[in-house]
């Protein structure tokens, strides 16, 4: 080729490679996933290969899978007098079950206790669980001041507002949930919410005692309440899990519970990078091995470089 042909050449290089759209930026989004076998066992062994993820339905890469750092976990006990339980009324309240779920978490994954009725307060700061009186900190959570006992139960608003709490901390961060599911009184909504959690990583787990009531109709015919349901939807779209069973299954709650917390401990860090746009999208993490369960949360931001 002569030399007039090769400077037609590099011109014509030089041409397409303007043409050629740069790399649109990626982000670095981090995911808290929770795997159990068919038992509710956590499973532990898992490789990075054996993680997928989807955002819209579109693979995205995952750059990392490591066991979780330290968590910063709030527990939050409803004391409204709806709940029925402590001071509140005649029934047993479920310390046990929350004690079962805290006494499988880590040394070094950070607690902090809050309970509400029109409002909420937190005990305390933040501490690791390793040297503590959890069963103390338990029993002082369900004891809410008599004046906290009236009133509306805002759980939507009471969530929120741990959430804002919460995003100042270093991931992995969920929410401990102990309620009857009676949401009164709110100024936010439940979808607000949720996407709210979702948006800063937080995974709400509840633990709910199973009521249901019937609201007569006329004519035989009867309305049933389930306050539960929403929990379950709520823990399902933030990564988390809902513990439910009827007031008599005592034995019941405390097996749910103790999973929950080994399921809490066991978890993983997944990094993910999809296109950063800033904008909500839809989540699909999968693991190639069969028969197993996973808890992540259903929608994420994907943050554009700052």
């Known amino acids: 080729m002569g030399s007039s042909n090769l400077f037609t050449a590099a011109i014509l290089a030089c041409a397409v490679a303007v043409q050629v759209p ?32 989807f955002l819209d339905a579109s693979s995205v890469p995952v750059t990392s899978v490591r066991p979780r750092g330290p968590l910063s976990l709030a527990v939050v006990v409803d004391t409204s007098r709806s709940t029925g339980w402590g001071r509140t009324g005649s029934i047993k309240a479920p310390q046990e079950e929350i004690l079962a779920a805290l006494m499988s978490l880590r040394g070094d994954d950070r607690v902090r206790f809050g309970s509400f009725g029109p409002s909420i307060k937190f005990a305390a700061p933040w501490r690791a669980k390793a040297g503590r009186n959890l069963r103390d900190e338990v029993e002082k959570a369900f004891k809410a001041d008599a004046d906290e006992t009236h009133g509306p139960s805002p759980i939507w608003d009471v969530i929120y507002n741990t959430v804002e709490m919460l995003s100042l901390e270093p991931p992995p961060r969920g ?22 959690a979702a948006a ?27 306050p539960w349901v929403a929990l379950d939807r709520l823990a399902t779209y933030t990564g988390g899990t809902a513990v439910g069973f009827r007031m008599y299954e005592v034995l019941r709650g405390m097996e749910l519970s103790e999973q929950l917390g080994w399921a809490m401990r066991d978890s993983y860090s997944v990094r993910i990078a999809p296109v950063a746009d800033d904008s909500m999208h839809r989540l699909d993490i999968r693991v190639k091995r069969p028969n197993l369960k996973i808890y992540a949360p259903t929608v994420v931001i994907s943050t554009k470089p700052r």
């Open 22 to 53: 740069a790399a649109a930026p990626t982000a670095d989004v981090l995911v808290n996933v929770l795997v159990v076998d068919a038992a509710n066992k956590p499973v532990t062994d898992l490789t990075p290969a054996e993680f997928e993820a």
């Open 200 to 226: 800063h990583g937080v995974a709400i787990h509840s633990i709910v005692r199973q009521f249901e009531m019937q609201i007569p109709q006329g004519n035989d015919v009867a309305v049933a309440i389930r």
């Open 175 to 196: 929410i401990l949930l102990l309620t009857d599911g009676r949401a009164t009184g709110n100024s936010r909504s439940l979808n607000l919410v949720a996407d709210y």
